[in-house]
Nanobody, 125 residues
Framework: QVQLAESGGGLVQAGDSLTLSCAASGRSFSDYAMAWFRQAPEKEREFVAAIFWNGRSWSADSVKGRFTIFRDKSKNAVYLQMMSLKPEDTAVYYC???????????????????WGQGTQVTVSS
């Protein structure tokens, strides 16, 4: 059974940094793309960042320059380094995995096959 397990969320202050982790099990994701999405209360799940099997990554404009996605294939894991956090970054953050045909797509939740349960990130002002 394929599972994605996020960790690293918490309560931080504006301007702080936080790194989220997502550990995959049940299959290797080395040839799959992986991504991070987030969902704030009463809002739709939105794309944050993704990384292709070859290491190329792309992100939403709202987090560009502040968030970095990276992966460790040897650990079957993906990470999201978040810096200069803002209150509007408060959300449940989800890890996703799936097959993408090319770089730059995958900005919709329906394009992803596997999902984790999410980890809460709260940024206080």
């Amino acid at each position: 059974q394929v599972q994605l397990a996020e960790s690293g969320g918490g309560l931080v202050q504006a301007g702080d940094s936080l790194t989220l982790s997502c550990a995959a099990s049940g299959r290797s994701f080395s040839d799959y793309a992986m991504a991070w999405f987030r969902q704030a209360p009463e809002k739709e799940r939105e794309f944050v960042a993704a990384i292709f099997w070859n290491g190329r990554s792309w992100s939403a404009d709202s987090v560009k320059g502040r968030f970095t996605i990276f992966r460790d294939k040897s650990k079957n894991a993906v990470y999201l380094q978040m810096m200069s956090l803002k209150p509007e970054d408060t959300a449940v953050y989800y890890c996703a995995g799936g097959y993408l045909s090319t770089v730059g797509i995958g900005r919709g939740p329906r394009e992803w096959t596997y999902w984790g349960q999410g980890t809460q990130v709260t940024v206080s002002s």
